[in-house]
């Protein structure tokens, strides 16, 4: 198994998850090891894989590895909509250029590929509608991040449908837990709270999330998978939506601050305003179910989580903070 990003968040969690349930399975990493990255995120299972140091956007790499893989998850891509905004061009060059190598590859060595995307690339919805994502779901990017993920989906679509690729898309809702950077939204305020600082709301801080723990993100991946059809799409959420206002009031509870501690800052340009996941096809097709109901519990695991392990963020922290602060944020 190829593993594409999986020294970020998400992809480490996977193959954190992979190596041990499944002794089967020789697992290889490729990553590029941006500012997200972190070799130390697979510390635990480091002397059972194989890592590759490099770029998905290098054709003749992405070929080599593709060739000796039964099966390809990429996880691969810049994930960060405010760095989008201000400077594109990696997005394209992981989040674009980097699936079409690996889908002609994957042709190429007849490759099992599963593509992982987010919910981003439906747009928004309003705050009052009573709808949520489903598989029908219109295609509708908002940032140059979400047009380059739905740019790869659609790439994607494309090449299972011409060229027989063998692949499935799954596309996640806000995910949360232990060691994801400290620029997204959770760490980034339970790690300034703990830090004496107060956190930071985008605009009106009525913006909604529907938040996942990355544990169940990836045991659903690993049910595609196993059990995915070939072709198809498959929405993965937890049923947890919340406003960032709630959010935050939220941590500040847990960690024991007043309520109104915290600073409004200027809106993010484009900002959706909602994110809500139907998991219906997933939950159906494939049992999946998540672990983590209960937002609050979970929020309660992930303080616990950066309050006790400062050396795993701390680097990121000050070099976040200052990208932030060149952008008003
Ligand atoms: P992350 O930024 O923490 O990790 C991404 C990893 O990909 C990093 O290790 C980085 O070095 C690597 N990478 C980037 N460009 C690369 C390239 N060209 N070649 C090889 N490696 C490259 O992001 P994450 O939050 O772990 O997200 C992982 C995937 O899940 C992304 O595809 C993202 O779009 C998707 N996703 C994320 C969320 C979320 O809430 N974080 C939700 C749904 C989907
Ligand atoms: O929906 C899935 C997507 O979730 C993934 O595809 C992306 O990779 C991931 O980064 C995430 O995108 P968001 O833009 O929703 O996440 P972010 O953590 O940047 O922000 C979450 C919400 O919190 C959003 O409404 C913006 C707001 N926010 C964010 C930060 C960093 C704040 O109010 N204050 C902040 O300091």
Known sequence: ??????????????????????????????????????????????DRIEFAHGSIADAGLADRLVKDADIVVNFAAESHNDHSLADPRPFLESNVIGIWNLLEAARKHRTRLHHVSTDEVFGELSLDDPGRFDEQARYNPSSPYSATKASADLLVRAWARSFGVEATISNCSNNYGPLQHVEKFIPRQITNILLGVKP???????????????????????AIIDRGRAGET?????????????????????????????????????????????????????????????????????????????????GAKAAAERRYEAIGR
């Open 1 to 46: 198994m190829l593993v594409t990003g999986g020294a970020g968040f998400i992809g480490a969690n996977f193959v954190r998850r992979m190596v041990p349930r499944r002794p089967d399975i020789d697992v290889t990493v490729v990553d590029s090891l941006n500012y997200a990255a972190s070799r130390a995120n697979l510390a635990p299972v480091e």
């Open 200 to 222: 930071k709301l985008y605009g009106t801080g009525r913006n909604v999330r529907d938040w996942i723990h990355v544990d169940d993100h990836n045991a659903a991946v690993e």
């Open 234 to 314: 498959y929405l993965i959420g937890a049923e947890c939506e919340a406003a960032n206002l709630t959010i935050v009031q939220t941590l500040l509870t847990i960690m024991g601050k007043p309520g109104d501690w915290f600073d409004f800052v200027p809106d993010r340009p484009g900002h959706d305003l909602r994110y809500a996941i139907d998991p219906s096809k997933i939950r159906g097709e494939l049992g999946w179910r998540p672990r983590y109901r209960n937002l609050e519990e979970g929020l309660e695991a992930t303080v616990a989580w950066y309050s006790g392990h400062r050396a795993a963020w701390e």
